[in-house]
């Protein structure tokens, strides 16, 4: 589609250089920010509170038949000391086996499912001034099957990478340090390590499922994107991908520190406590939305660059890189 434009681009020579600077800024300009689409990042948190609901479900049910008959209620686990608290992990260590079966399986549905208010988000983001209904939800429907396959990649990809430094990386630290406490430290080293592959993968997951969503690209054409996308601005993409991150885990700390805080029990209580557990969600729904918006762009900025590289080596020039 943008091949015509690229020749005319190109034939008059420098001064199409010149004229290629708009372009590479306007596209960014365009899309629209977090807080500009409300309602799409509305129905994100909406799905992700339900799901986060009833993959938590078991565990509730289960402390629910430990607490259930005390007269407090589940207040009894936040008293100091923690003694009720300990004996719930005890008594959970037992069926850990089977509540990693549930939890496990019920993530990866959840996950699976949240593909459709991802893809609506995402559609949501990459369409400038007024939104139709039907228009973004063709392009979140067309989008859903190589979401789907790139998802599935990714997730095989970060266990992968997890697994690859996990395991060797623990054995090591068994067989060098002898010290239960250098060991501790030697092994939380290695799974940093871990972690920062697979936020890697994610990083560039997130910026393929951009293009994929916002240009209509297949799976191939969608991973290369967001390949250049990540080397066109590697330091711009991880700093508004862990900043926000770090935003939504801070919010997710607070979320959970105003549980502590209300207890739990009966009555005003508990809406406190569930109030701060929404909070919490609904602003890390927000921070991630805008992360996606910062991809969209981040995708749109490194388009000029493909498209003029292989022409000359003049287009290094590029400014919209």
């Known amino acids: 589609m943008s091949e015509p434009a690229e020749e005319g681009a190109t034939v008059p020579g420098g001064a199409a250089a010149a004229g290629a600077d708009p372009p590479s800024a306007r596209p960014a300009a365009r899309r629209p920010a977090a807080h500009e689409r409300l309602g799409a990042v509305g129905l994100y948190f909406g799905y992700r509170a339900l799901a986060s609901l009833v993959v938590a479900a078991p565990l509730s049910v289960f402390a629910a038949q430990v607490v259930g008959d005390h ?167 991880a700093w508004a991908c862990a900043s926000r991150g770090a935003l939504a885990a801070v919010a997710l700390a607070g979320g959970a520190w105003g549980v502590h805080l209300a207890g739990a029990g009966t009555g005003p209580r508990v809406a406190s406590a569930f109030a701060a557990q929404l909070a919490a969600l609904a602003a890390a729904a927000y921070l991630r939305a805008s992360w996606l918006a910062a991809a969209l762009r981040l995708v749109d900025r490194s388009a000029p660059a493909q498209e003029l590289a292989p022409r000359s080596a003049a287009g290094a020039e590029d400014p919209g890189g």
């Open 71 to 237: 007269p407090r209620g589940d207040a009894i686990l936040f008293d100091p000391g923690g003694l009720m608290l300990s004996e719930l992990a005890r008594l959970g260590a037992r069926a850990a086996g089977a509540f990693a079966a549930q939890l496990g399986g019920g993530a990866l549905l959840a996950a699976a499912l949240g593909l459709v208010p991802l893809a609506l988000l995402l559609a949501a983001l990459s369409q400038p001034g007024p939104l139709s209904a039907q228009a973004v939800g063709g392009r979140a429907a067309r989008a859903l099957g190589p979401l789907a396959l790139l998802w599935g990649v990714a997730l095989a990809a970060q266990v992968t990478a997890a697994a690859l430094v996990l395991l060797p990386g623990t054995k090591l630290c068994a067989a060098l340090f002898s010290v239960p406490r250098s060991r501790d430290l030697a092994a939380g080293a290695v799974a940093a390590v871990a972690l920062a592959h697979v936020a890697a993968i994610g990083l560039l997951h997130d910026l393929a499922r951009a293009a994929l969503v916002a240009e209509q690209r297949g799976f191939y054409t969608a991973v290369a994107r967001g390949l250049d996308a990540l080397r066109a601005a590697p330091l711009a993409a």
